[in-house]
């Protein structure tokens, strides 16, 4: 099999506009350093540009008052609408193209036209809530490229994998009373945005396994292993999403957990494994978070090295 044929890329130049300030956190370097050490690692690999989601794909997870807010304020300047989110001239265009591009990678991979998606993008989205632009999240990503899976295309078990080492709030808070959505997540605690306790269940679809601070690869995979993973093997997914946050790095400056891209790499390969058993080996990770560039750049290779393993 070709590369093209096993994964497929998507991002946009868009992605790069949202200019949140100089002394923001999630930088346009960020997706740069991501998208460029990718393409050194893996010069086949091809690369789509990530379409605009439509506002009735956006609707589906979100308010239209959310959708007017976004899209629909046009700032001249870049402006607050949280100590964290910023919304600047660049950023409507940015959220339509993440959004887009989680949509796109769903159809391409239920399609048969690749297997698997992996979609260098930003802002990030699974802080984002149904009403709340939030945690530098304007829209849910993942959540749109979800609801996408079952409502176009009528899944019923669609698995969503968050590795962030923050919750992914927006992510639960959307789907917790949706059973064909399973949400599996391991994140640091006490930390941003403190949920994702262990007794949010849902409807029985929610898993949460919080880490301690100073946590390292041993503790990780341990969670992983013994706690989420059984539980991705008994749902069956169709289709598995990951929220790829690679914030849990050992040099990222905004938490505290102790891992290495070899832990990431060793997921993936869980991951991939179940999609395979499961769900045709269809499997679509969207960026989320990661701070530090060079702990990003080389998480992101270790992903994808494990995305193409087939």
């Not at 941003?192 to 100073?214: C, K, M, Q, S």
């Not at 059984?230 to 790095?249: I, K, N, Y």
Request: overall charge negative; some cysteine; hydrophobic content about 45%.
């Amino acid at each position: 099999m070709t590369a093209a044929s096993i994964l497929r890329c998507y991002t946009h130049p868009a992605c790069i506009g949202h200019e949140p300030g100089a002394t923001h956190a999630e930088q346009p370097a960020r997706l740069k350093a991501v998208t460029g050490a990718l393409r050194e690692a893996f010069p086949l690999l091809p690369w789509c540009e990530a379409p605009r989601a439509t506002r009735g794909q956006l609707l589906r997870v979100h308010d239209d008052a959310l959708l007017a807010l976004v899209l629909d304020t046009q700032p001249d300047r870049a402006m607050s609408l949280d100590p964290d989110t910023v919304l600047a001239p660049g950023s409507a265009e940015a959220a339509l193209r993440a959004a887009g591009a989680g949509v796109a990678a769903v159809d391409a991979v239920l399609s048969g036209q690749t297997r698997r998606a992996f979609c260098a993008v930003r802002p990030p989205g699974h802080h984002a809530t149904a009403t709340v632009a939030m945690g530098f999240c304007l829209f849910n990503n993942i959540a749109v490229a979800a609801a996408h899976a079952c409502d176009k295309h009528g899944l019923a078990r669609v698995a969503v994998i968050d590795f962030d080492v923050h919750h992914g709030n927006g992510t639960q808070a959307i789907f917790d009373t949706d059973p064909r959505v399973l949400y599996l997540s391991s994140h640091q605690l006490p930390l941003y945005p403190d949920t994702g306790h262990a007794n949010e269940r849902g409807v029985g679809n929610i898993v949460n396994a919080p880490l301690p601070p100073g946590t390292g690869g041993e503790g990780f995979r341990k969670v992983w292993r013994e706690r989420l993973l059984p539980v991705l093997e008994s749902f069956r997914p169709q289709l598995v999403l990951v929220s790829a946050g690679f914030d849990a790095h050992r040099l990222d400056p905004l938490a505290q957990l102790q891992l290495e891209a070899d832990d990431y790499h060793w997921l993936t390969t869980e991951l991939v494994a179940s999609a395979r058993r499961h769900a045709g080996g269809r499997l679509v990770s969207m960026l989320e978070g990661g701070y530090d560039l060079t702990a990003l750049a080389q998480s992101s290779v270790a992903h994808v090295t494990a995305l193409l393993d087939d």
